[in-house]
């Protein structure tokens, strides 16, 4: 949208998402082409690719950067998830490991799914996924980290003295002593104004971080032991806007995906404007190959961790350093 106004793309694409789905890939096939040579272009590329729709239960450590409400924003402190009580184990701890546990450990990542027998490595520890978890389930569960604990129960027995927020069942439900003045014992919790009835979890629900916080879940009663809830987004505060992409691929690929765009709807209405783009783009892109210009984009490094050259720039190349090689600048 910043080389074309919504009113003229709406017009162009006429509601055929899948052209410019094809126009984008058309010109990131001409990035790479022109590019993977010498530069790391893919990781730059991939910078883009992996930027997803804000997700309330994922939890985004500074420096993340994610959407929201249409827009590339960057965490400037953690921004903390829906945390949702564990009633099984999804993760065990490796109290020792080898060096073959290492080698088949990967990073952990809230964005993957993970199944039993996977092995992770997340904050210097190992873990085994024991259950079904991950982005796809909506039941993202990082190792190690739980939340809630359970609160001992009891049957309600009549004529017993309970404590203030003690915990009991009755008839299947579960109750919560709010206050033991001018308490009847021999009325039961669900008629009783002392007693509270203790609603279900639901996730969308704003808990407070205190010990009388009270949910049922999976038939157990459950209080929180860290912030479960996922924090407001506040500009200036936990966000901020920001965009982590190249500046300079993803100008050039717009310009040359508008060009494949209009080509592939009109091919003999292509504006001039377009094509002047197009071709000043793919004069960087040969320029940028040739390493005559800097792209601002990564170098490949050879194993002597010097930038890879090819055969005809290096055969009369004396020195890496640009200095002494003035026809390269």
Same mark, same amino acid.
């Given at each position: 949208?910043?080389?074309?106004?919504?009113?003229?793309?709406?017009?162009?694409?006429?509601?055929?998402?899948?052209?410019?789905?094809?126009?984008?890939?058309?010109?990131?096939?001409?990035?790479?082409?022109?590019?993977?040579?010498?530069?790391?272009?893919?990781?730059?590329?991939?910078?883009?690719?992996?930027?997803?729709?804000?997700?309330?239960?994922?939890?985004?450590?500074?420096?993340?950067?994610?959407?929201?409400?249409?827009?590339?924003?960057?965490?400037?402190?953690?921004?903390?998830?829906?945390?949702?009580?564990?009633?099984?184990?999804?993760?065990?701890?490796?109290?020792?490991?080898?060096?073959?546990?290492?080698?088949?450990?990967?990073?952990?990542?809230?964005?993957?799914?993970?199944?039993?027998?996977?092995?992770?490595?997340? &904050?210097?520890?190992?873990?085994?996924?024991? %259950?079904?978890?991950?982005?796809? *389930?909506? =039941?993202? !569960?990082? /190792?190690? $980290?739980?939340?809630?604990?359970?609160?001992?129960?009891?049957?309600?027995?009549?004529?017993?003295?309970?404590?203030?927020?003690?915990?009991?069942?009755?008839?299947?439900?579960?109750?919560?002593?709010?206050?033991?003045?001018?308490?009847?014992?021999?009325?039961?919790?669900?008629?009783?104004?002392?007693?509270?009835?203790?609603?279900?979890?639901?996730?969308?629900?704003?808990?407070?971080?205190?010990?009388?916080?009270?949910?049922?879940?999976?038939?157990?009663?459950?209080?929180?032991?860290? &912030?479960?809830?996922?924090?407001?987004?506040? %500009?200036?505060?936990?966000?901020? *806007?920001? =965009?982590? !992409?190249? /500046?300079? $691929?993803?100008?050039?690929?717009?310009?040359?995906?508008?060009?494949?765009?209009?080509?592939?709807?009109?091919?003999?209405?292509?504006?001039?404007?377009?094509?002047?783009?197009?071709?000043?783009?793919?004069?960087?892109?040969?320029?940028?190959?040739?390493?005559?210009?800097?792209?601002?984009?990564?170098?490949?490094?050879?194993?002597?961790?010097?930038?890879?050259?090819?055969?005809?720039?290096?055969?009369?190349?004396?020195?890496?350093?640009?200095?002494?090689?003035?026809?390269?600048?």
């Amino acid at each position: 949208m910043s080389q074309i106004s919504d009113e003229l793309f709406e017009q162009l694409i006429r509601g055929n998402q899948l052209r410019v789905a094809q126009a984008e890939e058309a010109a990131e096939a001409s990035i790479i082409e022109y590019l993977t040579d010498n530069y790391e272009v893919e990781q730059a590329l991939m910078v883009g690719k992996n930027l997803r729709e804000y997700n309330p239960r994922i939890t985004y450590p500074v420096g993340v950067h994610f959407y929201y409400e249409g827009k590339i924003v960057e965490a400037m402190r953690s921004i903390n998830g829906v945390k949702t009580p564990a009633s099984v184990e999804y993760w065990r701890e490796f109290d020792h490991y080898d060096e073959s546990l290492l080698r088949e450990a990967k990073p952990y990542s809230q964005l993957l799914n993970y199944h039993p027998g996977d092995i992770v490595i997340f &904050s210097d520890s190992l873990y085994e996924c024991v %259950e079904h978890n991950g982005l796809d *389930y909506a =039941d993202i !569960r990082i /190792p190690g $980290i739980n939340a809630w604990e359970t609160v001992e129960t009891s049957l309600w027995e009549p004529n017993l003295e309970y404590e203030e927020w003690a915990v009991v069942e009755w008839e299947g439900r579960f109750y919560a002593l709010l206050t033991v003045e001018d308490i009847d014992l021999t009325v039961n919790p669900h008629e009783s104004d002392n007693w509270g009835l203790i609603g279900d979890y639901v996730t969308n629900y704003a808990y407070e971080l205190k010990e009388t916080e009270y949910v049922v879940f999976d038939g157990r009663v459950w209080y929180p032991t860290m &912030s479960p809830v996922a924090d407001t987004l506040k %500009e200036g505060y936990n966000f901020r *806007y920001h =965009d982590p !992409r190249n /500046p300079n $691929i993803k100008k050039h690929m717009i310009k040359i995906a508008l060009y494949e765009l209009h080509k592939l709807i009109s091919p003999n209405n292509v504006s001039t404007a377009r094509i002047t783009d197009f071709e000043a783009t793919m004069q960087w892109l040969h320029d940028a190959n040739r390493c005559k210009i800097n792209p601002q984009i990564q170098r490949k490094l050879d194993e002597e961790k010097k930038p890879v050259s090819e055969i005809a720039m290096a055969t009369f190349q004396r020195d890496y350093d640009p200095y002494k090689n003035p026809w390269q600048i």
